[in-house]
């Protein structure tokens, strides 16, 4: 069975300070790895995806994500973030086959300071 | 404009009292699935749909219902609701592929007294 573990509920930033959340999949096969977001009050949007190819992958709004397959991660980054990327953010995987299923992490809460 | 739309928003209902959550989709998509959030546990599946008249059990399908007799549609029902499935729900649909994006729904935020 796939999970995804995000390492940090809540991180809390200033203004234009770079920020990392963590997440590590287990999984023994291949997969397929999202970053989606949600705003308050909304549903989720897709932020990022990796299918294969590239470790460094990059997203909607200058975020981007690196693939580790040795230490099954897949941290979402940005270099400088804004009041309005306060969101909870999900990390969440898709191991293939017929099924279509996303086990999606618990979520980190993203709250950007002035 | 690509959507998924969910109706209501918000629902507060008593124990036992029948609902139906409706979910509709404009983009063809053969796969849709329903999921819960809840604080400290993220999303999880309750059911999916390949297709039309083919859904499979979720993670947590426990006291709800689905159907799809329609390419665009897929309502979830829960036929005596108690307080434990208080939570906000999700209509998600994506094309047939595991690396493909799931478009979600704004979400029915559910509340059983």
């Known amino acids: 069975a796939q999970s995804v573990t995000q390492l940090d509920s809540q991180v809390p930033v200033f203004e234009e300070a770079p920020v990392e959340l963590r997440c590590n999949y287990s999984?023994?096969?291949?997969?397929?790895l999202f970053w989606y977001v949600q705003y308050p009050n909304q549903g989720l949007q897709l932020l990022l995806k990796?299918?294969?190819?590239?470790?460094l992958v990059k997203g909607i709004n200058g975020f981007e994500a690196e693939f580790n397959k040795s230490q099954t991660s897949f941290h979402l980054r940005k270099p400088s973030v804004h009041i309005s990327d306060t969101a909870e953010y999900f990390c969440?995987?898709?191991?293939?086959?017929?099924?279509?299923?996303?086990?999606f992490g618990k979520g980190t809460l993203l709250t950007v300071n002035p | 404009e690509a959507q998924v739309t969910q109706n209501p928003r918000y629902l507060i209902t008593v124990t036992g009292k029948k609902l139906t959550v409706t979910c509709s989709q404009n983009?063809?998509?053969?796969?849709m699935s329903w999921y819960r959030q809840d604080p400290g546990l993220g999303l999880r599946q309750i059911y999916y749909?390949?297709?039309?008249?083919?859904?499979d059990k979720g993670d947590v399908p426990e006291g709800y219902k689905v159907s799809r007799k329609e390419k665009r549609n897929f309502p979830l029902i829960l036929e005596s609701p108690s307080p434990n499935q208080t939570s906000l729900y999700f209509c998600?649909?994506?094309?047939?592929?595991?690396?493909?994006?799931?478009?979600f729904g704004q979400g029915t935020r559910l509340t059983v007294v």
């Open positions: 998600a649909s994506h094309n047939s592929g595991p690396n493909t994006e799931a478009f």
């Open positions: 999984s023994s096969v291949s997969v397929y």
């Open positions: 749909s390949m297709n039309v008249e083919v859904t």
């Open positions: 983009m063809n998509h053969e796969y």
């Open positions: 990796y299918l294969s190819g590239s470790t």
């Open positions: 969440a995987v898709n191991k293939g086959g017929s099924n279509y299923k996303l086990t």
